[in-house]
């Protein structure tokens, strides 16, 4: 039987969709269960979210685009 | 139209992940100057060894592995001995902050974090770490693909992920202490 120490474990696949079906099928099922891992996991995810929002929006200078552009395309 | 030349196509698909590429070295180097330098050195080597690109396949993950091996040269090469990864134990932001969380949605504590804070932490990692953060969680890359950039098992991006997200999260625990975000924090437990 799977218990919160199993479910944590896996909390990193589980977030970045690394499992497989019946992985993800079997985490589930713990989940639904257990309202405490679901928390975890819903921050797991939310704190995956914010790194990526975090970083996303930084968008390269244009003058490093154009300079590229040329160098590539000469 | 007239069809565009290979070359051209190359150009364009590159170019393509421009702020991608922008985006890690700044995360990589820590300093924009550095990371324009890193990413025009990257270009470069990527238009001399194009002929090694296979198209179709994922020029994104060929780009980064080719960035990552100019910064690790460049900026690490004197250290890459030196770089260890400590082991600093479980620490699940989580579960410090479940008594603090209350009733409210679990992730409400999360938009409360300055996204710069974020970004700090992030670069507070060591290198070994902060490359694994900003290729899976930053730029999507699956475990394989990013072990194939790092040139490690994948086993190892797992490890190296897990220990870099604990680190975040105690950064940004103490963060959420000194700033007011949760009471009490470590004190209040010690």
Redesign the interface.
């Given at each position: 039987m799977y218990d919160c120490e199993d479910c944590v474990r896996r909390l990193d696949q589980l977030v970045d969709k690394e499992l497989s079906a019946p992985e993800v099928e079997e985490v589930h099922v713990h989940l639904d269960e257990c309202g405490d891992c679901t928390k975890r996991y819903r921050f797991q995810e939310g704190l995956k979210r914010l790194v990526k929002v975090s970083c996303e929006d930084q968008r390269a200078p244009e003058s490093l685009r154009e300079k590229l552009r040329q160098q590539l395309q000469s | 139209m007239a069809e565009q030349s290979a070359?051209?196509d190359?150009?364009t698909e590159?170019?393509g992940n421009?702020?991608a590429?922008?985006?890690g070295a700044?995360?990589l180097t820590r300093d924009p100057d550095k990371a324009?330098d890193l990413?025009?050195d990257t270009?470069?080597r990527a238009?001399r060894y194009q002929h090694s690109y296979q198209a179709g396949t994922n020029m994104k993950a060929w780009l980064f592995a080719i960035m990552r091996n100019l910064y690790w040269d460049r900026f690490q090469k004197a250290n890459r001995e030196a770089v260890s990864i400590d082991d600093i134990g479980e620490f699940?932001?989580?579960?410090q902050m479940?008594d603090d969380l209350g009733e409210g949605?679990?992730?409400e504590v999360?938009d409360r974090?300055a996204?710069?804070e974020?970004?700090d932490s992030?670069e507070k990692l060591n290198p070994l770490h902060r490359e694994v953060?900003?290729l899976?969680?930053?730029e999507?890359f699956?475990?394989k693909d990013a072990a194939t950039i790092l040139g490690v098992p994948i086993g190892t991006v797992?490890s190296r992920?897990?220990r870099a997200?604990q680190q975040?999260?105690k950064d940004l625990f103490e963060y959420a202490v000194e700033s007011g975000i949760v009471p009490g924090g470590l004190n209040k437990r010690s």
């Open positions: - | 070359e051209q190359f150009g590159a170019i421009l702020d590429l922008y985006r700044l995360r324009q990413v025009q270009y470069a238009l699940a932001l989580y579960d479940r949605p679990e992730t999360l974090i996204r710069g974020v970004v992030i953060v900003l899976v969680d930053v999507g699956s475990y797992m992920l897990h997200r975040l999260q």
